[in-house]
């Protein structure tokens, strides 16, 4: 079960990050008339989006994924990649504003298509270039470290499962929370949790870069 709930947990520290798929959420939620179920179906778009990512992923990866040297090169850049979104994640609770006031999320902050919330949850996605990155560097060395392919059904199925539940557990709550009408976050709190997820994506990432080297997948 490890790698579903390393799984869980790096999707998890990336959801809770504000980010464009967070706002359209509770914009979502706030203007859709179930806006209770954003989301869910902002969540359903976006792990659309990522299986297909993570099968083109596979039939790419699967004619360089017997070398070494490029597996290991991969896993390090994962684990650096990882590093340094924590410290953006922590520079950020340091250096910009707390979203305090959820009214304030109008259709101006929302870039892009505003309508429904599965084709949003793919659109948004796809439209966030940190979204390609993560899953360049940081997904791809989760793959790689944890043996996930087409021969191992079992850790494609726990690694993809994890990976959504992470998203699931915090857009989904959300959606709710905001359409049953608390419109405003704690943002000491809120501080505390994204600090607590830069602090667990920097010893992550270490550890994935020392992993790969120590006890490389081949």
């Not at 809770?16 to 806006?35: D, H, M, N, Q």
């Not at 659309?48 to 990866?61: N, R, S, W």
Request: hydrophobic content about 55%; glycine content about 12%.
């Amino acid at each position: 079960m490890e790698i579903f709930i390393v799984s869980f947990l790096v999707a998890l520290t990336g959801a809770l990050s504000p980010g464009p798929v967070l706002t359209f959420t509770i914009y979502r939620a706030l203007k859709s008339e179930r806006g209770y179920m954003a989301g869910l179906w902002i969540t359903l778009g976006h792990a659309t989006l990522e299986f297909g990512f993570i099968i083109a992923l596979l039939l790419g990866a699967s004619l360089f994924f017997q070398n070494i040297v490029v597996l290991t090169i991969i896993g390090i850049l994962g684990g650096i990649f990882l590093v340094l979104f924590g410290v953006v994640v922590i520079h950020d609770v340091y250096n910009n504003p707390m979203v305090k006031d959820l009214d304030n999320i109008e259709a101006e902050s929302i870039k892009g298509f505003k309508g429904n919330s599965f084709i949003g949850g793919i659109i948004v996605s796809l439209s966030n270039p940190f979204w390609t990155l993560w899953w360049a560097a940081i997904g791809l060395s989760l793959m790689i470290n944890y043996a996930v392919s087409f021969q191992k059904p079992l850790q494609l199925f726990l690694f993809f499962i994890g990976h959504e539940l992470g998203d699931l557990v915090w857009f989904w709550p959300i959606s709710l929370f905001v359409y049953l009408g608390g419109r405003t976050l704690n943002a000491k709190i809120y501080k505390w949790i994204l600090i607590g997820c830069g602090v667990f994506m920097i010893g992550f990432g270490i550890y994935l870069g020392l992993k790969i080297i120590l006890f490389p997948p081949l």
